[in-house]
């Protein structure tokens, strides 16, 4: 038979049994004081478009990546003048908007995905502007990567489109000794049918995940369902 003292801790310990949340309650609870739209551990993604493009390109892109889990204040779009030189101007300015992200974020690193002269600007920003401690995963689509003839049209009065051009300063300095140097992971994607980059073969780099799309025109990739979830699937790797 319990003594008195013995009831009362009975008493006490069942209190506070009944008291403490189940484990399936307290789980919940702190569901429910988590905000529905708090960012998964990932890379910041900045985007760089094209030339004559601005930042509305990505819509697509961007939704696909939201319906993956990015949050907003994850998704950033460097827009810039894309008639100015990829080496003296643009890529400098690249270099201060990825530290600004950086800065607003938190993040050591950032993913960074370029379009058609975009993948230029991004290039030499890894390369030559210190953007290899800084990016993490690189992506290129349909990028002029060694060049395109199609930029010959326009390089008589335009500084974008001879950077451009095959044999370029850009084109030769990038290509020059390791295409994709650092602990950068890169990947291209390219269309065997592209009007803007020829040749087709451009686009691919040496020491890359080079990804065929099929036969998509030049800004087509940016809506392809195909190529959203290779990039996807590589910016998860």
């Known amino acids: 038979m319990l003594t008195p003292r013995q009831r009362i801790l009975a008493f006490l310990t069942l209190c506070l049994a009944l008291l403490a949340p189940f484990p399936a309650q307290a789980a919940a609870a702190r569901a429910a004081d988590t905000p529905a739209d708090t960012p998964t551990a990932r890379n910041p993604v900045v985007f760089v478009h094209g030339y004559n493009a601005d930042p509305g390109v990505w819509g697509s892109l961007r939704e696909d990546l939201r319906a993956d889990g990015y949050a907003d204040s994850q998704l950033f779009s460097f827009g810039y003048d894309t008639h100015q030189s990829v080496n003296e101007m643009l890529s400098g300015r690249l270099a201060a908007y990825v530290d600004q992200v950086r800065q607003q974020t ?18 030499w920003y890894v390369k030559y502007g210190g953007g290899a401690a800084a990016v993490d995963h690189w992506v290129s689509l349909a990028g002029p990567n060694h060049g395109t003839s199609t930029a010959w049209a326009c390089a008589l009065w335009d500084q974008a489109c001879r950077d451009m051009t095959p044999g370029s300063y850009v084109v030769k300095n990038l290509a020059a000794g390791d295409e994709t140097p650092g602990a950068v992971k890169y990947a291209t994607f390219w269309s065997e049918c592209d009007e803007v980059v020829n040749p087709d073969s451009s686009v691919p780099l040496s020491g890359a995940l080079n990804t065929p799309v099929g036969c998509l025109k030049h800004n087509d990739l940016l809506g392809d369902d195909a190529t959203s979830a290779g990039v996807r699937a590589f910016l998860r790797s």
């Open 106 to 123: 938190g993040a050591a690193r950032v993913d960074v995905v370029g379009h058609s002269f975009g993948s230029l600007v991004s290039r």
